[in-house]
């Protein structure tokens, strides 16, 4: 079976389960554990920040994130496709009890025109904007990377209204990848950074979120709050170090690979993507109404040997990630031309 469903199902290599098995731990609750501080310490060099934390997953970095940046009634901007508005159970109104205030992008993007727009005024009738949050790459949206151009811009405005900037870098690694900016350049003008290791770096668990050392306190002790405090986690996070070590470079293959998935897709009649919005690992094609609704093509390419997500009613989305090959690829071609042509 071709999984194209998530970058998320890629499993640990041999070499990566033997330097979990070697890796050196401790009680990370104490602060104990040498392979969680060594995780944490590089991935905030790497994204220029004073200090990291793992945490067990991106949707709890993200929670700490706003949780540290607010307080109750509240409230925080973010694309309206955002993973942090769609994907997280509620979590915002939930953990932080902030109202979010979705702006509409364009493939994930939104500007700082919009962003000026919706920070409200200080007004006792209003809840006041504490944070804006952007997402790079952008899920939804089909992997698209947010402009740093932009990104500048909507950070001079919010830092004119005193208003925080978080970066859901779940994948940033693949817009650092795909643009050749560094990390630390993307992540410079954001107050706080959520970095996962469970999706294309193909770790089996876990984030890092980055900042300054104040912001990792509170988040730390909202961790715990959180039960997300683990003891010998030096175990899982090796596995983090590993993929940071080894595994950046080859996202560059999952990118040519979705958009050969891309090429091939939009020849096919009655199937549209655009290539060009194809900036990193994640596809997602619009499908005619007559070749029937996403869930049963899901389930006829599932049936020929192919699983993907419907993503909306006639949305499908493909995500290309390590355990793929080139000829799994050559596969998906064929099926896709067998079922959808
Ligand atoms: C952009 C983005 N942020 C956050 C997350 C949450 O990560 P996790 O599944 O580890 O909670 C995801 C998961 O796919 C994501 O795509």
């Known amino acids: ?81 955002a993973h942090i508005m769609n994907y997280e159970s509620g979590g915002p109104a939930f953990h932080s009890q902030v109202q979010l205030h979705p702006l509409q992008g364009n493939l994930g993007v939104f500007t700082a025109e919009q962003v000026e727009e919706a920070i409200r005024p200080r007004n006792v ?27 500048h811009r909507i950070h001079d405005v919010a830092e004119r209204h005193g208003v925080q900037l978080h970066l859901d870098g779940a994948r940033l690694l693949n817009a650092v990848v795909a643009t050749g900016i560094p990390a630390h350049e993307w992540a410079e003008p954001f107050d ?30 909202y961790r715990k709050l959180f039960g997300g405090g683990m003891r010998q986690a030096g175990i899982i996070a090796a596995g983090g170090l590993y993929a940071l070590r080894h595994h950046v470079d080859d996202l560059r293959w999952d990118h040519e690979r979705a958009r050969r998935l891309a090429q091939t897709l939009n020849r096919l009649p009655g199937i549209e993507v655009n290539a060009d919005d194809v900036h990193t690992n994640i596809v997602i094609f619009d499908v005619d109404d007559q070749k029937g609704s996403g869930a049963e093509i899901e389930e006829r390419l599932k049936r020929a040997g192919l699983l993907c997500l419907a993503f909306a009613r006639h949305k499908i989305r493909l995500v290309t990630h390590r355990d793929l090959t080139d000829t799994d690829i050559d596969q998906a071609i064929q099926i896709f031309q067998k079922v959808l042509a």
């Open 125 to 151: 009738h209003q809840p006041p904007t504490r944070l804006i949050a952007i997402e790079n790459t952008h899920n939804r949206a089909g992997g698209t990377i947010f402009p740093l151009e932009e990104i």
């Open 192 to 221: 706080s950074v959520s970095i996962c290791l469970s999706k294309g770096l193909g770790a089996p668990v876990g984030s890092v979120l980055c900042g300054s050392e104040t912001f990792i306190e509170r988040a730390h002790r």
């Open 1 to 81: 079976m071709i999984d194209l469903r998530s970058d998320t199902v890629t499993a640990p290599s041999r070499a990566m389960r033997t330097a979990m098995a070697e890796a050196a731990v401790g009680d990370d609750v104490f602060g104990e554990d040498p392979t969680v501080l060594e995780l944490q310490a590089e991935t905030a060099r790497l994204v220029g920040k004073a200090a990291g934390l793992y945490v067990p997953s991106g949707t709890m970095s993200n929670q700490l994130a706003i949780k540290s940046h607010t307080d109750p009634a509240d409230e925080m901007i973010c694309e309206a496709g």
